[in-house]
């Protein structure tokens, strides 16, 4: 493949990562219109936000990884792309909460196609000394989607309403489908894996038994939480803290900042590596606690303003710790296992994050804290206790870092076991 059509290839995949961000995240920032308009609860949106996305999402995502190993690539992004942008684009016209569950159900499923299909699709069309540099682009559209998903979303739900913003998310993915699919050319399979045949779940009790393993996944499983617990509900602290709905979509500012942060805090962790790599681990508990300041400033402020610049400077801490998160796992994983470690991850921080963190912020919400500050009072609740957990987890992770790292070969690569 010419380089004119393999960065064409990471820019278009990058473009539809970025979409699938926006459906992914619209119904947080529409979630205040669609629960006033068909009466829903707190709760409800954050089971609409949360579980009706995130539990078939995780769930799905370790099978589609096998699929994406066994059929083609292409296929499966594209058809996943059309999927989960039709189901978004009708969610416009749902009038019941249950058409809504239902149309998330479907994203959820279809968006698990494809960042394995991706994964495995650019690691054989791309040499490794390229595959960091690839890989990072993509993922960049995760903080570009969720800024665009505020940023247009919220505009278009303010000069239209909620509907029309729901038809204009998912659009986009339906022209783009085909554009995809005559644009995008199968790789061949340059390594097909020796240990294919093994046990998936001894695979992955071989990787539990390490302590490190099982406190990096619930500290970043706490952090996961509290990162989608502001996201689902910052739209809330505007519009029923502040009365200020307007501040909604410029929120969107600060997801791209995010992309900045979580660059820069991979630099760092690198740079402390170089005198103990389980100072890695340094970075998640900066993001645990860093943002705790702001968010307890501008959560319970009385002016607008400070609130949104306080929890604008809070998402750019409490969640930098995206990358360091993903790279850390494969230090303590072999190089047959990396996929299966990060379906793993992808698996424990979406049931965690979306299932755990909106839900029990809106349940805390509806049923716990009352007044004008009671989403407040449920966000910093969920915040402070997700800290506390990632903390005390990564602590322990440093200690048992040396004793369960993959020792490195003569080609820096981790020994096959």
């Not at 995949?13 to 219109?33: H, K, M, N, P």
């Not at 954050?46 to 078939?56: E, V």
């Not at 402070?384 to 040396?402: D, G, N, R």
Request: hydrophobic share 50%.
């Amino acid at each position: 493949m010419s380089r004119k059509l393999a960065y064409g290839t990471v820019l278009l995949l990058t473009l539809i990562y970025i979409l699938s961000f926006i459906d992914r995240q619209i119904v947080a920032v529409l979630g205040v219109q669609i629960r006033d308009s068909l009466m829903l609860s707190n709760f409800q949106i954050g089971l609409l936000y949360g579980p009706a996305f995130s539990f078939i999402y995780a769930l799905a995502g370790i099978p589609m990884g096998r699929l994406a190993d066994k059929t083609s690539r292409k296929l499966m992004i594209c058809l996943g792309l059309f999927i989960w942008s039709f189901m978004t684009l009708i969610s416009g016209f749902a009038a019941s909460f249950t058409f809504l569950v239902t149309a998330r159900l479907f994203v959820g499923l279809s968006q698990a196609m494809l960042s394995p299909a991706v994964y495995s699709f650019m690691a054989d069309e791309f040499t490794p000394e390229k595959r960091a540099t690839v890989f990072s682009v993509y993922a960049s559209g995760i903080f570009i989607g969720i800024g665009l998903s505020f940023l247009a979303g919220g505009a278009i739900s303010m000069q239209y309403d909620w509907r029309m913003a729901m038809v204009a998310a998912g659009l986009p993915g339906i022209l783009l489908a085909p554009v995809a699919w005559w644009y995008l050319k199968e790789p061949d399979r340059k390594n097909k894996p020796a240990v294919y045949g093994r046990n998936i779940l001894q695979e992955l009790q071989a990787m539990l038994k390490k302590p490190t393993i099982r406190w990096h996944l619930t500290g970043f499983s706490a952090l996961a939480c509290t990162g989608y617990t502001i996201l689902a509900f910052a739209g809330n602290v505007f519009s029923d803290v502040f009365n200020s709905p307007e501040y909604i979509s410029p929120y969107g500012w600060f997801m791209f900042g995010v992309a900045g942060t979580v660059i820069l805090s991979g630099k760092i962790a690198d740079r402390l590596a170089a005198s103990d790599p389980a100072k890695r681990f340094y970075l998640g508990i900066a993001a645990a606690l860093g943002g705790i300041p702001f968010y307890l400033y501008g959560l319970f402020s009385s002016d607008v303003e400070t609130a949104f610049i306080c929890m604008g400077f809070g998402v750019l801490i409490s969640s930098s710790y995206n990358g360091v998160a993903a790279a850390l796992l494969q230090y303590f994983v072999h190089s047959h296992q990396r996929a299966l470690a990060g379906g793993l991850y992808l698996f424990v921080i979406s049931i965690a994050g979306f299932g755990i963190g909106p839900p029990l912020t809106g349940w805390l919400t509806d049923s716990v804290f009352s007044g004008t500050y009671s989403v407040s009072f449920a966000m910093i609740t969920v915040i402070l206790m997700c800290s506390l957990i990632a903390v005390f987890t990564f602590i322990q992770a440093i200690k048992t870092y040396h004793t369960d790292a993959v020792k490195i070969n003569k080609n820096n690569e981790p020994d096959i076991a």
